[in-house]
């Protein structure tokens, strides 16, 4: 399965859920937001969110600094 994670190809086993994903990526545990081929997908759904070839993935960390 090809994915599209910020802007990158990047290549994954299947079946793949966003959480599975986002763990693959090394965002496991950190606070992030997450949009599904533009559509925000709350936390409480990365489980569910079934990943599909050609999806397109952003993430985003809050920065810290001023």
Not at 19 to 33: F, H, I, N, S
Not at 49 to 60: P, S, Y
């Amino acid at each position: 399965m090809i994915l599209i994670i910020n802007g990158q190809k990047k290549t994954f086993v299947t079946p793949l859920d966003l959480r599975g994903c986002l763990e693959q990526e090394g965002y496991g545990d950190m606070l992030v937001a997450v949009a599904r081929n533009g559509t925000f997908v709350a936390k409480n759904n990365y489980g569910a969110t079934k990943l599909d070839d050609g999806d397109e993935i952003e993430i985003v960390a809050p920065m810290q600094g001023g």
